[in-house]
């Protein structure tokens, strides 16, 4: 019982540390992002997104699951930090080379050979992103959130916000990014090493089911990565560099709520997820807790966003980059399904089931692949509709296999599901009331957005036994004493706070 609450208060530590350092992200990639997009354009924007690509994909073979590995590992010594870098230096090493030879080949696949140089120097930055992982698991394994986040946010802001805005408006286009990119790497290698010193000796052999692990850990990150860019990867090829940069540019202004509200709680609720693998009834708990607040947070806010995305889009980006509104409002429609993917990802892996995790990713998949080779002839706008449907199938896959991993019945996930359903219709419909009085712009959205927090709060005050997780209230009451925030969110719904609780 000592055990649990220390792991807990940790927890919760850790959660908060994290929050607190992805809203600040937030605001930083905002900030960054927008001039940048600005200075760029969607011709270089494309050019780098589809240079960048490799970065991610070259990162998920490199790493080879091992940092995940680390962390979930009970136990770990020396010697399994030694492997782990031995493996991830020669894996990424041979990356590198391999996408310097390859080059000249996807540039012309890309039907752009001006990208050449920017993917050569884009393989040279996969061994430091690689690396740099290591150290940062097992600062995450300790919960060291803090350190984490300031290493994280401090690299981003000097490299992307000094160095690439830099060189951005010194006329430098798509290399700005790319070196921003690199320089990021290099800071979150030495940042993260200084405040966790492991060994620096590398070694091949040693525990083979840490290898194991990692290596399927790799598979499903693999398929994770491909579910979320290949679409970007068929995009520059079917569709040119053009369209890439405005597709990427609305998917990461509508990812960035989802960052904050639920990729922060990832590292948090893997760490501790894997610490309580074993007492199924509290990780059962646990988790519809996690999924009822997550997608109340999210569903109706990614429901109003998108519903006002051309006032959105022209007021922060202006008028070059009008068409990646209807883009914004697909990417939108697809966040409440990745939002559970981004929850019940990480919980498999915490409870062993890579496996499964990586069986779930394949039918979204191949739903994205062919729906986007079918549909190549329409506009983007319509065609990139097949996101929001593999995202669909691939959540649902994702939910009914941690389900039967830790023994969830299908009416409870429904029953922490279903609140955040009603309010997302109340957002549609609020939206849709206010767009029809006040036409597209800021004030509908602002109205829009207040009428939704009110009737909201209200239906979940007035029926909050019926729709809200009893683990949740649990939660919220024993939070409430040492966090201002749960302690309103009591406050709204009612709720006493209870240390017992």
């Not at 230096?89 to 039907?111: D, F, N, Q, T, Y």
């Not at 996930?413 to 309010?423: E, G, K, M, S, Y």
């Amino acid at each position: 019982m000592a055990a649990e609450a220390s792991l807990a208060r940790r927890s919760w530590q850790a959660l908060r540390w994290s929050y607190a350092g992805a809203l600040v992200r937030l605001l930083a990639q905002l900030v960054i992002q927008l001039a940048m997009a600005r200075l760029l354009g969607p011709q270089a924007y494309g050019q780098a997104a589809a240079a960048l690509l490799v970065i991610g994909v070259g990162w998920l073979f490199a790493d080879a699951g091992l940092g995940n590995a680390l962390v979930q590992k009970p136990e770990i010594s020396e010697r399994d930090v030694s492997q782990a870098l031995g493996w991830v230096l020669l894996v990424s090493l041979l990356l590198a080379a391999v996408v310097a030879l390859a080059a000249p080949w996807l540039a012309r696949w890309w039907g752009d050979e001006s990208l050449t140089p920017l993917l050569r120097v884009c393989g040279l930055w996969i061994p430091l992103q690689a690396l740099s992982n290591l150290p940062a698991s097992l600062m995450q394994r300790r919960l060291d959130m803090r350190r984490l986040q300031w290493i994280q946010i401090g690299g981003y802001v000097v490299t992307y916000g000094g160095l690439g805005l830099l060189m951005a408006a010194a006329g430098w286009g798509a290399w700005a990014l790319v070196a921003a990119a690199g320089a990021h790497g290099a800071w979150c290698l030495v940042g993260c090493w200084l405040f966790e010193r492991h060994t620096l000796r590398p070694r091949l052999t040693g525990d083979a089911a840490l290898r194991r692990f990692g290596l399927g850990v790799a598979a499903s990150n693999l398929a994770n990565w491909a579910i979320e860019n290949l679409d970007r990867v068929l995009i520059g090829r079917l569709w040119g560099a053009p369209p890439l940069g405005e597709y990427v540019v609305a998917g990461n202004l509508a990812r960035a709520p989802l960052n904050l509200l639920v990729t922060s709680a990832q590292s948090v609720a893997f760490a501790s997820a894997a610490r309580l693998q074993d007492d199924l009834v509290a990780l059962r708990q646990g988790t519809l807790a996690l999924l009822c607040l997550a997608m109340l947070l999210s569903a109706p806010l990614f429901a109003l966003l998108g519903m006002h995305a051309q006032a959105l889009v022209q007021l922060l980006y202006g008028p070059r980059w009008a068409g990646a509104a209807p883009l914004f409002a697909v990417a939108c429609a697809a966040l409440p399904a990745l939002t559970l993917v981004a929850l019940t990802g990480p919980l498999l892996r915490a409870v062993g089931a890579v496996r499964a995790e990586l069986q779930a990713q394949w039918p979204g998949l191949l739903l994205l692949l062919g729906g986007l080779w079918w549909l190549q002839q329409l506009p983007l706008a319509q065609a990139a509709w097949v996101a929001v449907a593999a995202a669909v199938l691939r959540a649902l896959f994702c939910v009914a296999g941690l389900a039967r991993r830790i023994g969830l019945a299908g009416r409870d996930v429904a029953a922490a599901l279903w609140p955040a359903l009603l309010l997302t219709g109340l957002a549609l419909m609020a939206s849709a009331l206010c767009l029809r009085m006040l036409g597209s712009g800021l004030p509908a959205l602002a109205l829009a957005c207040a009428l939704t927090l009110l009737l909201g709060v209200g239906l979940l005050r007035w029926r909050r036994a019926a729709l809200l997780q009893p683990a949740l209230r649990r939660l919220l009451q024993a939070r409430a004493v040492l966090s201002p925030a749960a302690a309103r969110a009591c406050a709204a719904l009612g709720w006493q706070p209870s240390p017992e609780a």
